[in-house]
């Protein structure tokens, strides 16, 4: 055969894989289609009816109590893995304990309804269980062992750091008074007007819908990156890594050590893969195919928050020394709840025994999965319609789009905030608003930003400082950061609390348009 028939050969049977490793990635994502629906719009209906505008004002310590709590608020706000750690570097800033933030950052990426919906579907509700199960024994470890692995030194230190000013606490000065200057915590006025309302009858209004609508469709862009990876990497290793490749990555039938190597190897892999949230469940999928153990598998998905660009974040955040032992903790946390589940399920008789030669059927069927995934559709589309028409129905009071990801932020919660011009723009996390600082021009045409019905409790543009009133009463305060998109929203000692609405603004000044 001459060289170039070779060749032509070769990039034909490369060009067969690629097809086979796609096609088994569209159908994993058809087998999910509808829980993914079902999953995201469960997760906006809770966003849109907890409200968290006092949350870090019950975390003050690590106590049971205060730890159950921040659980249960992680699990409600149900983020990516990015939006979670912003999340819970604002809660650590407000006052809230530093093991309770983590403990919320736990629960918002693990202990959430899409994710054991997807798990259900794609490989089983036994994982289901075992994430849920698995999360809450995480917790504790992390709560235990972070008491003698985090020094409380090393803690202050961290919160002092994001404090002081300089390059390090820009996004906590943000985070504490310029997402429209509540710096207290509070909601927005919009948002406590909102929450005000008796809860049946924001369950009863299309206005309460159309928020739950736009926190389902926000998620969705939010998480799209992550689940088309999670989905089209998965289809390659489920077609193309050969079996022998997985019997060396995992060790099997080594009895105790097997489990353990396993549930040790299953974190590395998520932290060299990049993919966080519901997008670890279709390489779960094909780990578990290839043969990973039953921990494993749980300690994997568990790892989403240790993938390397987090660890870079943390390290921004909290410095080297506490980011590495995060990092030790976490990792350690997250193996040890995976050979314990594993231990509980095994002696209960719980473990899936068989391993599916393929991870989905590659063909349309007219089964339950296709009746499904018709009616979700349709749910889809009045999601849509809600959302689309949020404004009209009289919803999007106290929230603002993150213009990068789409995420709906809590204006009085957001972990960051630049000023473009004349607007005042919330991002859901401080690697979005770097996304942003890179390239401006690119986001803001998408006209993301304050809600309509918030604008009006948007702290209002300031006159120069030569013609405003309480010149001298005190120097502006930016964020630490240059450039004009990046100021913080503080105005100095003069300012507002921001729950007076705009009767505290002054004459002279104008709402963002």
């Avoid at 829980?35 to 949350?55: E, H, P, T």
């Avoid at 969705?220 to 193309?240: D, H, W």
């Avoid at 040890?336 to 063909?363: C, K």
């Amino acid at each position: 055969m001459s060289p170039g028939l070779a060749l032509a050969v070769s990039a034909l049977g490369a060009l067969g894989d690629i097809g086979r490793s796609l096609r088994e990635a569209f159908f994993m994502f058809w087998a999910t289609l509808w829980a993914l629906v079902l999953g995201f719009g469960l997760s906006g209906a809770v966003q849109a009816f907890v409200s968290r505008a006092a949350m870090q004002r019950v975390l003050g310590d690590h106590r049971p109590g205060a730890i159950a709590r921040a659980a249960g608020l992680g699990a409600a706000s149900s983020s990516c893995s990015y939006a979670a750690s912003a999340m819970a570097k604002t809660l650590f800033v407000r006052g809230a304990d530093f093991l309770a933030a983590m403990a919320f950052m736990f629960a918002s990426t693990n202990l959430v309804i899409e994710l054991g919906i997807v798990l259900i579907v794609l490989i089983g509700w036994q994982f289901a269980l075992g994430e849920f199960l698995g999360g809450a024994i995480m917790i504790a470890l992390l709560v235990v062992l972070g008491q003698l692995v985090l020094g409380r030194g090393l803690i202050e230190r961290a919160r002092q750091r994001l404090q002081a000013p300089g390059d390090g606490a820009a996004g906590a000065r943000e985070a504490g008074a310029g997402a429209g200057g509540h710096g207290d915590g509070e909601g927005a006025p919009g948002e406590e007007e909102a929450a005000r309302r008796p809860g049946r009858e924001r369950l009863r209004s299309l206005a309460g819908w159309s928020d739950a609508a736009a926190h389902a469709l926000a998620d969705i862009g939010m998480l799209r990156s992550e689940m088309l990876i999670g989905y089209v990497v998965a289809g390659f290793l489920a077609v193309l890594v050969p079996a022998g490749v997985w019997r060396a990555v995992f060790l099997r039938g080594h009895g105790a050590l097997t489990s353990v190597e396993n549930v040790a190897v299953g974190p590395l892999i998520a932290l060299i893969s990049f993919v966080c949230s519901v997008g670890n469940v279709p390489l779960a999928a094909a780990l578990w195919k290839g043969g990973i153990s039953f921990g494993g598998v749980i300690s994997f998905i568990f790892a989403d928050l240790i993938a390397l660009p987090l660890l870079l974040i943390y390290r921004r955040f909290y410095g080297g020394r506490l980011a590495l032992r995060m990092l030790a903790l976490f990792w350690v946390t997250m193996s040890t709840a995976g050979l314990a589940i594993e231990a509980i399920f095994s002696a209960a008789g719980l473990i899936p025994h068989h391993r599916p030669p393929q991870v989905v059927a590659e063909r349309f069927e007219l089964n339950y999965t296709t009746a499904l995934n018709i009616l979700f559709l349709l749910v889809f589309a009045a999601i849509v319609w809600l959302a689309r028409h949020r404004e009209r129905l009289g919803g999007g009071a106290g929230y603002a789009t993150d213009p990068v990801c789409g995420m709906q932020v809590r204006v009085a919660q957001a972990p960051a905030t630049r000023r473009h011009g004349r607007r005042l723009l919330h991002f859901c996390s401080d690697r979005c608003a770097e996304r942003f600082d890179a390239d401006p021009e690119r986001y803001v045409k998408s006209g993301a930003g304050p809600h309509p019905h918030h604008r009006g409790h948007h702290r209002p543009e300031r006159p120069p400082a030569a013609d405003r009133p309480d010149a001298g009463a005190g120097p502006a305060q930016s964020s630490g950061r240059s450039g004009p998109a990046q100021y913080s929203g503080r105005s100095g000692p003069a300012q507002s609390s921001g729950r007076s609405g705009p009767a505290h603004t002054s004459r002279r000044s104008r709402p963002f348009r």
